[in-house]
């Protein structure tokens, strides 16, 4: 048995620093690095890149709505061409800088609000999924395992890696729990590598109702913005190492 391990980086941007990137990079196999547009700067993108590449870590692009107030996690409503256009400046500048210090865009996984839209909007998803092929038409997209996406990349002929959760509750409907609920987003290292290893090895994860959703797996994230995100994942690599289980990047 085997996982990837993600999680999103590169959100620091100006004075404000998020996150703890270099202390998370010996921990993970794929890296989703801001845009700009939830957070994220130039210097603070292209210092993210250079560390993914020494440590042999996997690059995705992590676009979001144009909300850096709301750290991407506010609902927008945007016309087809603008959110179009959006998400094409964000994979372009990202597949740019990524090439220019000699590494490669592997995939692409949107932030955030934008995360949870496409899942089950066909329309939306439409459109981030055909930005995407407009700038590299083999890209990858990560999204949410279980929902509407998964088929429509399926027809729509990008391959899709399916995405399972560390830190973050799950509702009965195999959906994530509102952030805006107590409890949500999971802290304790050890509960969150219970889950993973309750993904892994059995293709479950229990709800928030205590109920079991199934759920298939291809990539699991912990958010960099998680205060406990170091311990998490140290936690995750030594439950993995007892049961067996490898932790190493999904191939494309």
């Known amino acids: ?15 404000f620093k998020i996150g703890n990137d270099t202390e998370l990079f010996p921990y993970i196999t794929s890296c989703n690095i801001a845009c700009g547009f939830h957070g994220g ?16 870590v996997q690059i995705g ?6 909300d850096l107030a709301g750290f991407g996690r506010r609902k ?3 016309s087809v061409e603008e959110l179009s ?18 590494g490669k865009l592997k995939y692409v996984k949107p932030h955030g609000a934008l995360y949870n839209s496409i899942a089950d909007d066909d329309q939306e998803a439409t459109v981030v999924i055909e930005a995407i092929q407009a700038v590299d ?19 729509k002929g990008i391959r899709f890696i399916k995405e399972a959760f560390a830190d973050r509750k799950y509702t009965s409907e195999g959906r994530l729990e509102s952030r805006s609920k107590e409890n949500a987003v999971i802290s304790n290292p050890q509960e ?23 759920i ?21 690599r030594n439950t993995a190492r007892e049961n067996n289980i490898s932790i190493e990047a999904f191939a494309i």
Not at 41 to 56: C, F, L, N, Q, V
Not at 61 to 66: D, G, I, T, V
Not at 192 to 208: L, T
């Open 85 to 102: 256009a959006i998400i094409k400046y964000q994979v372009a500048a990202l597949k740019g800088m990524t090439e220019s210090c000699g």
């Open 216 to 236: 298939a797996a291809d990539s699991v994230c912990i958010h960099g913005d998680n205060p406990s995100a170091v311990n998490i994942l140290q936690a995750i």
């Open 41 to 56: 700067d130039p210097y603070h993108i292209e210092k993210t890149i250079k560390h993914a590449i020494s440590h042999g």
């Open 137 to 155: 038409d083999q890209l990858a997209i990560m999204g949410l395992a279980g929902s509407g996406i998964e088929s429509l990349a399926t027809k």
């Open 192 to 214: 969150a590598a219970k889950q993973v290893m309750h993904m892994v090895m059995h293709g479950k994860v229990r709800a928030s109702d205590m109920s079991e959703v199934d």
């Open 1 to 15: 048995m085997k996982i990837d391990i993600n999680c999103d980086m590169g959100e620091s941007f100006g004075q």
């Open 76 to 78: 927008m409503q945007l």
């Open 61 to 66: 692009a992590h676009p979001s709505y144009p």
